[in-house]
């Protein structure tokens, strides 16, 4: 049977001596793998239109098992990514975390936009001289990520006692879920010490839309802030 997939491909690698097993993330299916046959042959047509950060129509022939990869039509290959190291050193740290996260064969429409938006905002910044960008297009796409999949991080009140924050002195527990009042953070021997501009830029990630990331501007000291809670949120819930 023939299915057509709108995709976003991820990784792939070599099995046997010239097929490549393709792992995507699609719009009609969720996240699938499928077998490119012969696509490392010389001259293969196929070959580039299957490479990483990628976004294709595949076609998929399947009666069972993974099925076979027919047919590739570019639709977005990203190009200035692949040209540029920062890109892609952050675009492959994003794919890493989004391949441990989402489950196979789970659709949603929600996600795949997401992951479009992350790759179509990421593009857009190359060549702009501003490194810290491709770090905030990818912090924010992980919190939004996050979210999407059910792991909330709570930053409007206390996750611990549900009071109102003040700024002053904040927490992030990883433990918790989110930003801790000070009384409550004295209780947790984990919670870290984060600035308030740093939580103000979790705020940002989940109330706006992604493209509009491009206009934060942040103090080294507040972006690192930011990192610290997120990185800890990652290794507490991975």
């Known amino acids: 049977m023939e299915y057509k997939y709108t995709a976003i491909i991820l990784n792939k690698w070599d099995v046997g001596e010239t097929d490549r ?14 077998v490119a046959k012969g696509v490392r042959k010389p001259q293969a ?11 294709a ?47 196979f ?12 938006k992350y790759l179509e905002s990421t593009e857009k910044c190359v060549g702009g001289g501003d490194e810290q960008k491709f770090l905030v297009f990818r912090y924010g796409f992980m919190v939004k990520l996050l979210d999407a999949l059910g792991y909330a991080i709570g930053v409007d009140v206390c996750v611990a006692c549900g009071c109102e924050l003040i700024p002053a002195k904040v927490c992030f527990s990883s433990q918790q879920g989110g930003v801790l009042c000070e009384q409550c953070a004295q209780q947790d021997k984990d919670a870290i010490l984060v600035s308030v501009n740093a939580v103000k830029m979790l705020r940002l990630f989940l109330k706006n839309d992604l493209p ?9 000291q507040d972006f690192d802030s930011m990192r610290l809670a997120v990185d800890d949120f990652l290794r507490w819930n991975l």
């Open 105 to 116: 064969e789970n659709p949603d429409q929600n996600v795949f936009q997401l992951l479009q």
């Open 21 to 34: 097993i393709c792992t995507m993330y699609s719009l009609e299916g969720g996240k699938i793998k499928s």
């Open 57 to 103: 129509d595949i076609t998929i022939v399947r009666s069972r098992g993974l099925g076979k990869i027919t047919g590739s039509i570019v639709e977005n290959n990203f190009t200035a990514i692949k040209k540029d190291e920062q890109a892609l050193l952050n675009v492959f740290a994003v794919f890493h975390l989004f391949d441990k996260l989402v489950d």
């Open 212 to 220: 509009t990331f491009a206009k934060i501007q942040a103090f080294q």
């Open 45 to 55: 047509k196929l070959a580039s239109s299957l490479e990483s950060i990628t976004l």
